[in-house]
């Protein structure tokens, strides 16, 4: 069974040291609870929760799956019971608002205990986890009463909520929902309809679950003008709070699918069944936003704890498996064999994964910090600066960390070879769930439209400016610091280079849209190499000055600057081919006829 440990050392560095934590939660309200011994002691906690309950349960969770059995859902075994001890524990409204009965610690750090549990059960962590999103869209646009109903259950996890917009004929174009609400005489809607690929729509965790569901009105513009929003109770709640009536939304089936087995993906059936709008009608999707964006970093943190789990399985296996002699001879000659760590191709699939897994920590924490000042910082030009950068980050957070989390995850299956590819090892377990993040919450192609065309290109170029800005300053006032001119030299390349890339296509947009859809992934994926590579030249100053310091821990620091330069040298020129990709434009992808694609018949 795979094994983990919470890597508390390195979220230290990153938060304390890095992008001090400490000073930023100071200036928080309601975050000068967050005293660096209460940081510690939550996340220590969560580091156990995480390694005692939840990983024993995964593999098992994997293999055994969910049963759909007279209309009601079980989870696999023991996930109902690691919930009720997360509920007992108050994991859940960690981070909600004390209005709502949430004890108003910081975002950011629920998102660090996150990763944790993404890397020990991630199919057990989207039960709570879509509960987050649900509780923000009601915060944000539900009414009082709504509120009063909903949020508490939903912040104190005694309730669940999902997230139901796909159904079968749609999924990025949301335009096309057929679900209709229909006015009731008392106010309600009466809602009918079918979603498909609804994550932990039915289950036996909470005893009642929440669902926000997109839907149209009768008299609702064509396309995604016309969508409104809906809460949807499993149970109606009665007088007192408590579930009530049976609503008619109704489980039709669980799919069969590639991984995270241990969460249902429901058809959910809405047969004429009762619910309330929340939000103005019409502007459902608006609404459902401030849910999405919050589930987007979520799925870029499982891309991230997937990285993590699959790098310290493929760490210590690499250390024990014996094969071969290292190539300038043998390293462990009391042994039959060398362990493959010392063979250079072995430390290349290592290192990629250590470097992804340190980066994208780096990357969810400094994100983490702008969300908690959109959310709670007092200042107005703080905020604004903030939710730039937040808006700009969200898909690359979500697209990057997915797309190189399924990278890391396959290199740590090559690391245990044969062996990768048994159930046994569980390493491919972490590949199968990795390539969902790849696809929900918006494809990798719907993000990089969103951070090209959307948050790009309609601010003319501004919401990149202000993150290129700061890398700009990073690299100026490091430029004679001769100990990070193998960083700063190459990042202040890069990043002129990100700002002339996207008035390149710019211009050609202007001619044909089609080249952002064409430029539109590679771009993401530079913006992406771009943003680790600022972190990291971050993370070698950090570490050079421990060590100046006289740093006890010297070893940490040097292996910091060591992953430093691996990402430099070794990741960080894939932005070569990325930046020729963008430059080839539209034209290689557009020319074969959608007929017949070139083959000489149609299919
Ligand atoms: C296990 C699982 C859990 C899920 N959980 C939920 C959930 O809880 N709630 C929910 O509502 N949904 C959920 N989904 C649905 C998921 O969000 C959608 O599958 C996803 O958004 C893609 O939609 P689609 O499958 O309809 O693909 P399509 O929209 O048909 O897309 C097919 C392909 O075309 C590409 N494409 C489409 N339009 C464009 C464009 N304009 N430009 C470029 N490329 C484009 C896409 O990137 C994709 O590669 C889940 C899905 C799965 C498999």
Redesign the pocket.
């Known amino acids: 069974m795979p094994d983990y440990q919470a890597p508390l050392r390195d979220l230290r560095f990153v938060m304390d040291e890095m992008l001090d934590y400490p000073a930023h939660y100071a200036r928080l309200p309601g975050g000068e609870e967050a005293t660096p011994d209460v940081v510690t002691a939550i996340l220590e906690e969560g580091a156990r929760f995480a390694r005692e309950v939840l990983l024993p349960l995964n593999q098992s969770g994997d293999q055994e799956g969910c049963l759909l059995e007279g209309g009601e859902v079980k989870a696999p075994k023991g996930f109902r019971e690691a919930y009720q001890q997360f509920v007992e524990g108050g994991w859940p409204s960690l981070a909600a608002d004390p209005a709502h009965g949430g004890q108003g610690l910081p975002h950011s750090l629920a998102m660090a205990l996150n990763e944790m549990i993404c890397s020990t059960n991630l199919a057990w962590g989207m039960y709570p986890g ?1 509960s987050h999103g649900a509780a923000d869209a009601l915060r944000h646009h539900g009414t009082e009463e709504q509120q009063a109903t909903y949020l508490t259950k939903l912040v104190e996890g005694v309730w669940t909520g ?5 159904e079968p004929h ?4 949301l335009g096309l929902i057929k679900t209709r609400a229909v006015p009731t005489a008392d106010g309600a809607y009466e809602i009918t309809g079918t ?1 498909i ?5 039915e289950h036996d965790l909470a005893e009642n679950i929440v669902h926000l569901v997109l839907a149209k009105l009768p008299d609702a513009p064509e396309g995604s003008k016309g969508i409104s929003l809906f809460v949807v109770p499993k149970f109606l709640p009665d007088a007192e709070g408590n579930p009530g009536k049976r609503n008619g939304v109704s489980c039709g089936s669980l ?1 069969h ?1 590639m991984g ?1 087995h241990g969460n249902a ?1 429901c058809v959910m059936n809405f047969d004429g069944v009762r619910g309330f709008l929340v939000g103005p009608p019409n502007k459902g999707l608006a609404c459902m936003f401030t849910m999405m964006n919050a589930a987007r970093l979520g799925v870029g943190i499982q891309g991230l704890g997937l990285t993590e789990a699959s790098f310290q399985n493929a760490l210590a296996y690499a250390r024990d498996r014996l094969q071969m002699r290292a190539l300038s001879g043998p390293k462990a000659p009391e042994r039959p064999a060398d362990p493959i760590i010392v063979h250079p191709d072995v430390r290349r699939m290592l290192l990629t994964q250590k470097a992804f897994a340190e980066g994208g920590r780096m990357l969810v924490l400094y994100t983490a910090q702008m969300l908690d000042i959109v959310e709670h910082g007092q200042d107005a030009s703080e905020r604004e600066h903030a939710e730039t950068l937040l808006s700009l980050l969200t898909p690359i957070v979500k697209a990057f960390l997915t797309e190189v989390g399924f990278e890391a995850t396959n290199e740590g299956v090559q690391v245990f070879g044969g062996h990768g590819f048994i159930q046994e090892w569980g390493m491919e377990q972490l590949v199968r769930d990795a390539r ?1 993040t790849r ?8 993000q990089a ?1 969103d951070l090209l065309g959307r948050k790009v290109l309609m601010s003319q170029g501004e919401s990149l400016k202000v993150f290129t800005k700061e890398i700009h300053k990073f690299c100026k006032a490091e430029e004679a610091n001769g100990e990070l001119a193998e960083f700063v030299g190459p990042l202040a390349k890069l990043n002129a280079e990100w700002g002339e890339l996207t008035m390149g296509i710019g211009m050609k947009a202007m001619n044909d849209r089609e080249e952002v ?1 064409a430029a539109s992934v590679d771009y993401l994926m530079y913006s992406g190499y771009v943003t680790l590579a600022y972190l990291f030249a971050r993370a070698a100053k950090q570490a050079r000055e421990a060590l100046s310091a006289g740093s006890d821990e010297a070893a940490f620091y040097e292996a910091k600057i060591h992953t430093a330069r691996f990402y430099f040298q070794r990741l960080l020129p894939r932005t070569l081919a990325h930046a020729r990709l963008i430059q080839a434009g539209a034209e290689p992808l557009m020319a074969l006829s959608p007929e017949d694609f070139g083959l000489g018949f149609e299919i």
């Open positions: 879509l999902t997230m139901c917009l796909t749609c999924g990025t174009d979603k690929f609804i994550s932990a729509g799919e699918k995270i993906t969902i696809l929900y919450e918006g494809t990798t192609g719907i439209l859809g």
